[in-house]
Structures are given as C-alpha cells and as structure tokens.
C-alpha cells in the first residue's frame, strides 16, 4: 500500500506564496512522474504540474512563470512552489504519482486559498 502525505496548503493573500510538498511512502514500485492537480466544487480535476524521473516538466498554461516544481528522487517527495498566487489558484491540490507499471497514487487533497 503507498500513502501520500500533502502538507503546505492555507490561506494567503493575493500576491503572496505557498509550498505544497508530498512524501510518498509504502510499498513503491518505482515512481515515474509525479505532480499535482487541483480540483474545484463540480469541476474535472485538471493538471497543474508534473515532472517525470528524468526532471522534465509540464506546466499548466495558468500557473506557468508562477509555479514551480520539483522532486527529491531520494525521499519519494514532490513539491510545489507557488508564487503570485491569485485567487483563482483558490482549489483543493491533489498530489499524484505514476509508478513504472503505470499505476496511479493520490494524495487526499489539500486546500489552497488565496483572498485579496
């Protein structure tokens, strides 16, 4: 069993920064990409970043210049480094991972709130 722990979300002003990180843990195969998604009420879960095991990334057109991301292959954590947050960056942030068989890992969400 792999467990997902997300810290790093809350409340800040606009304009302001957050650090999301994940740790994996448990029974990994080996991890392939890892990233994050957010999610608001009655909407599709949609990408926000990703970075694969050769350091490659894919950002969403919304966050690009804005977020960054990046791993720490060594302790299976992924993090997210969000500056300029605006309050449409407000969601619940998924982390997730893709091992090498291709199998899915999803952290339990955290809440990401941005005000003016």
């Known amino acids: 069993q792999v467990q997902l722990v997300e810290s790093g979300g809350g409340l800040v002003q606009a304009g302001g920064s957050l650090r999301l990180s994940c740790a994996a843990s448990?029974?990994?195969?080996?991890?392939?990409?890892m990233g994050w998604y957010r999610q608001a009420p009655g909407k599709q879960r949609e990408l926000v970043a990703a970075?694969?095991?050769?350091?490659?990334?894919n950002y969403a057109d919304s966050v690009k210049g804005r977020f960054t991301i990046s791993r720490d292959s060594a302790k299976n954590t992924v993090y997210l480094q969000m500056n300029s947050l605006k309050p449409e960056d407000t969601d619940v942030y998924y982390c997730?991972?893709?091992?090498?068989?291709?199998?899915?890992?999803w952290g339990q969400g955290i809440q990401v709130t941005v005000f003016l």
């Open positions: 448990g029974n990994i195969f080996s991890i392939n990409a």
């Open positions: 970075i694969t095991s050769g350091g490659s990334t």
């Open positions: 997730n991972i893709v091992d090498v068989r291709r199998v899915n890992f």
